[in-house]
């Protein structure tokens, strides 16, 4: 079992916005391994950032308002060579203030993001947790939707139990 989760690479004039990203993640007991709480002061910190990526089951690569950052690129080039190598997934995360046309790498642009660009919305935070965990996160639904919160919609619109209505016309 890895110690982390999710292995959270950004640039770091993105300080901000990734340290409350990591609480709401944290709040939802996805533990994010961020560099400012696992990087001990006075010790050589390239080869913690290569530990950090082999503990973490997932990869995240944070892209806000300045792009990518000098340090964030090797970061998801070591996250990639671990999703070909052991099949660890690296999710593109849009932050809140990311441009409105991202310019992503190649081999990132080919990934479905998520995109926090409107805000650490429930539904830009669940679907992050899928991609992270694999599982889909209960939807919360948006204003209006006739949905109790804390409930799965299902595909078929039917409650469980519930058979469906057939209608043969001749």
Same mark, same amino acid.
């Given at each position: 079992m890895s110690d982390f989760d999710v292995?959270?690479?950004?640039?770091?004039?993105?300080?901000?916005?990734?340290?409350?990203?990591?609480?709401?993640?944290?709040?939802?007991?996805?533990?994010?391994?961020?560099?400012?709480?696992?990087?001990?002061?006075?010790?050589?910190? &390239?080869? #913690? !950032?290569? %530990?950090?990526?082999?503990?973490?089951?997932?990869?995240?690569?944070?892209?806000g308002q300045d792009g990518l950052g000098p340090w964030e690129d090797e970061e998801m080039q070591t996250l990639l060579r671990h999703e070909f190598a052991n099949?660890?997934?690296?999710? &593109?995360? #849009? !932050?809140? %203030?990311?441009?409105?046309?991202?310019?992503l790498p190649p081999f990132l642009d080919n990934r479905t993001w998520v995109d926090l660009r409107n805000g650490f919305t429930d539904q830009g935070m669940d679907k992050l947790i899928w991609g992270i965990t694999g599982t889909p996160a209960t939807a919360t639904p948006a204003v209006g939707e006739g949905r109790v919160p804390g409930t799965t919609p299902r595909p078929s619109g039917r409650r469980p139990g519930e058979l469906?209505?057939?209608?043969?016309?001749?």
């Amino acid at each position: 079992m890895s110690d982390f989760d999710v292995f959270l690479s950004h640039n770091s004039k993105d300080k901000t916005a990734v340290r409350e990203l990591a609480r709401r993640l944290e709040g939802r007991k996805i533990r994010a391994w961020l560099d400012e709480e696992q990087l001990i002061p006075g010790r050589n910190w &390239p080869p #913690l !950032l290569e %530990r950090g990526i082999t503990q973490s089951n997932t990869g995240a690569v944070l892209v806000g308002q300045d792009g990518l950052g000098p340090w964030e690129d090797e970061e998801m080039q070591t996250l990639l060579r671990h999703e070909f190598a052991n099949g660890k997934p690296v999710i &593109p995360v #849009l !932050l809140p %203030r990311a441009p409105k046309e991202p310019k992503l790498p190649p081999f990132l642009d080919n990934r479905t993001w998520v995109d926090l660009r409107n805000g650490f919305t429930d539904q830009g935070m669940d679907k992050l947790i899928w991609g992270i965990t694999g599982t889909p996160a209960t939807a919360t639904p948006a204003v209006g939707e006739g949905r109790v919160p804390g409930t799965t919609p299902r595909p078929s619109g039917r409650r469980p139990g519930e058979l469906p209505l057939i209608l043969l016309l001749g």
